[in-house]
């Protein structure tokens, strides 16, 4: 039986190419799981292991995160290796979701980027203790300690450099332990033999100085350790002592450097991940109690207790639907019951799996805190599976909205089977990923979180599900909103024959005030002396939600709508629920235009960055595409432009800011708000609308 | 209240006044004291007082994080918008930072031709029809007089008003009575306006002195000063 303290559940972040794909190979190479290492973008067309789907191989990125175990030193490690561009952050946050510990990847060239940013802005929000590990050490312009002070400036962490590196660029030959004092050289054909020699005599003086710097940092999370330093007795258990307590705590990110590629500082890193992490009793976890108005409940790692398990990825495997799990109290072993709580449906564990990227391992039964994967199971991605004696739900993750929507038409019979079987799939895997058949166009609709991510769910249709599909212009998730006050006082009456129908309602919609916080929707009722009867009054409530779900400028939901009646009438026979659902939804739909209806658009955060030489063409980019610029910072020869650009402009922004800047520059993006559409554009796509429904009722 | 009204009741017009009528494009202006006596709030609520009129700014700071500034912004705006009620505040905010670029240097020792290089690039191919730059922290007194003749330069080309805010880089500097370090003084001929701010203990306010204005070295006090609380310029 795994000694849980022993466990470790690790993930792996970082920006795009700043080879953390590279590094979660090598990981799994020195913990002797796979006998040789391939590249990436391997020449002998294998492919890293971790990137187990043709796409991410062809494209050189990862998507999925596969859950992976490896053993070090007598610690289970399960790595689980995440996706690194922004289209895909929910499978980031999910990973995070059941990680207790992170490694940030940076590039010690290009240092803290963009997506660097929003990793760590993710794992700030889900408690992740983390360490750094500044890679590429060996390319040119390597500079960690730029690196370790970016991790400062720019992300605010309290980093502390427990190594410095021996050479830099192509004379990188090693790093030195500031905690042991010891240099580290990494031998053999693929640097699997450990060296250590005497610090060379030309570092000892800087390894000196920045040793004291980290005791100094560290000394605050270990009295023991304070002492000891003023009585000169600092001891190796002592530093990790207070590194661990510091990293656990959030409160200190240790920084480590090599560089996956030349196969240096991977096992110095490795110890760290067993050292400074935390095992997962050391990390809280809560539940909801459904059948206590989800009141949160504290987990415990503990066997012995009752199952708690979140399905926290899916993926189509060969033998069926495969759901990663990970265990948050409780052991579970085949044949047990559990419930998915999301569907209150019981069902029995069949096949219980350990994962290595592509390959697994059958075993009988898994204990609390560990990662396993389950064969077979209906369900959707972050369900809940518990005892059926408990009704808890993890509790649920941050979902966005999508801002992209796109139509898909299969190209034939087999291709619109194939696609629905796809769809099926993808939106069980991802909930960002949304579908639904439009009843006016009769078109299939994807929507997600942008055109990359649509992108890719497309190419997966083609090669994995052998669906052929043509596809319309992305279209953007517009909202409509009113921009002022309006009264209205609306009598719905049919009285001829049968039971009749009868309401009266009065009052006015006005827009919400912008704000941070500012709800979507307010429901006000002013209803004196009965004049509309108590229970009516949710009637008129659903009436007018029914009237935002579609707006009459674009077809969009509306936003921001305040709705308060202060008078009404009804009828003892004739009025209804249905009746007074009916005359707020014409109220509301009547008083629209007198509100002065606005449209609004998702306005991206995009983030550039590039070299400094393009930072015109960027800037030029962005002004182009009705873009304010935020902010820009130079840094070198780099620089970072932040800008707010509307989602509609974006479209293949890509290829035009490769051709801009040679492929130099690259950039993130993220919803940032929506604001009120320029009155020309409005006027357009009005327009388009108006057309677009006249040819459909052809 | 509107913004209008707000800005005809703002304090900044008896700052203007005390300028007979402000700095001007073509020149520069200097707002020098130790450090920790509230410049960069000052220049910032400068800067925020321009975006209120519709003017397009560019603030230039030398620090590794761009958030910083960006939470001054949103400070010194939100204590306007407060004190002055200002109705739909956060529409407002959203409008007039579109007239806002920070534009921010993180390497040491950048030289100016870089700087003013990469203000050109932006006023140019980034269409940001700039009316003021603000140079939050530059390390004026130990630039070159050749750098701060570029600067003049570059401002009075690109029809920018150009403020400063200044601390001296050396500790051991002696100040006068104003506020202001002797090490800012050998410039004095290529700057338009300098005002020194200093912390007065028996009327719990910054002082601003108005020690150049032009042609005029007289040093008068000016009709405003800086609240030590809110780091706001006060009538």
Known sequence: ?????????????????????????????????????????????????????????????????????????????????????????????????????????????????????????????????????????????????????????????????????????????????????????????????????EIP?????????????MLDAISMFSDELMEAMLEDAVTEDLIHEALRKGTIALELVPVMMGSAYKNKGIQPLLDAIITYLPNPTQVTNTALDLDNEETPVKL????????????????????????????YQGRVKKGDELMNTRTQKKFKIGRLVKMHASSMEDINEVGAGDIAALFGIDCASGDTFCHPSLNYSMTSMFVPNPVISLAVNPVDKKAADNMAKALNRFTKEDPTFRTYVDPESNQTIIQGMGELHLEVYIERMRREYKAEVLTDKPEVAYREAISQRADFNYTHKKQTGGSGQYARVA???????????????????????????????????????????????????????RAAINDGAYHPVDSSDQAFQTAALQAFRETYEKAKPVILEPIMKVSVEGPTEFQGNIFGSINQRRG??????????????????????????????????????????ELAKYSKVPQSVSEELKKAYQEKKKELSK | ME??????????????????????????GVLVSRHGVGKTACLVHLATDKLFRNQHIIHVSFSGNVDHVISWYKEVFRQISENRDLEDATHIYNEILANRVVMNFSQENVSVEKVLSSLETL??????????????????????????????????????EVWFSVSPVKMDVTYDEYGVPETMLKYEELIDVLIGLKYSEDMDKVVMTLVKDGDDITPHPMQVNLDPKTMLIVN
């Not at chain 1, 408690?127 to 992300?155: M, S």
């Not at chain 1, 005599?201 to 710097?213: D, F, G, S, V």
């Not at chain 1, 990825?313 to 033998?319: A, P, S, T, W």
């Not at chain 1, 130079?634 to 801009?660: H, I, K, Q, W």
Request: charged share 25%; hydrophobic share 40%.
């Open chain 1, 507 to 561: 009052g006015y919609i006005e827009p919400i005030p912008e704000g941070e916080d500012a709800p979507n929707y307010e429901f006000i009722d002013s209803i004196k002396g009965g004049v509309i009867p108590t229970e009516y009054i949710p009637s008129c409530d659903k009436g007018f939600q029914a009237a935002l779900k579609k707006g009459t400028q674009l077809g969009f939901p509306i936003v921001g709508v």
């Open chain 2, 3 to 28: 913004v209008q009204e707000l800005n005809e009741l703002s304090p900044l017009r008896a700052f203007d006044k005390s300028l007979h009528g402000g700095l001007g494009k073509g020149n520069l």
């Open chain 1, 300 to 327: 415990v790692a503990d066997d012995g207790a009752k199952p708690v398990i979140l399905g926290f990825k899916l993926e189509d495997g060969q033998y069926g639907q495969l759901t990663y799990i990970r265990i």
């Open chain 1, 1 to 197: 039986m795994a000694d849980i303290s022993k466990m470790r559940n690790i993930g792996i972040s970082a920006h795009i190419d700043s080879g953390k794909t590279t590094l979660s190979e090598r990981i799994l190479f020195y913990a002797n799981r796979i006998h040789a290492i391939h590249e990436v973008r391997g020449k002998d067309g294998v492919g890293a292991t971790m990137d187990s789907m043709e796409l991410e191989k062809e494209r050189g990125i990862t998507i999925a995160s596969a859950a992976t175990n490896v053993t070090w030193k007598e610690h289970p490690i399960n790595v689980i290796d995440t996706p690194g561009h922004v289209d895909f952050t929910i499978e980031v946050e999910r990973s995070l979701r059941v990680l207790d510990g992170a490694v940030l990847v940076l590039c010690s060239v290009a240092g803290v980027q963009s997506q660097s940013i929003t990793v760590d802005r993710q794992m700030k929000r889900y408690n992740v203790p983390r360490i750094a590990f500044v890679n590429k050490c060996d390319r040119t312009g390597a500079n960690p300690y730029r690196v370790k002070n970016q991790l400062i400036e720019k992300l605010g962490l309290n980093a502390v450099l427990i190594q410095i590196p021996i050479g830099l660029e192509d004379k990188l030959q090693g790093v030195v332990d500031l905690i042991t004092m010891k240099a580290v050289y990494f031998d053999g054909e693929s640097g699997e033999k450990l060296r250590y020699e």
């Open chain 1, 201 to 213: 005599a030309t570092l000892q003086a800087e390894a000196e100085e920045k040793r004291e710097e």
């Open chain 2, 123 to 160: 006023i140019r191919q980034g269409s940001f029809n700039a009316d003021a730059v603000m140079f939050d922290g530059y390390h004026l007194t130990t630039a070159s007089e050749e750098d701060v003749r570029k600067i003049k330069e570059f401002a009075m080309n690109m029809r920018l």
């Open chain 1, 628 to 669: 304010i610029i935020i902010s820009s910072t130079e840094d070198g020869a780099n620089c970072a432009v932040d800008a707010e650009v509307p989602l509609s402009e974006m479209f293949g922004y890509s290829t035009v800011l490769r051709s801009l800047t040679q492929g130099k520059a690259e950039y993130t993006m």
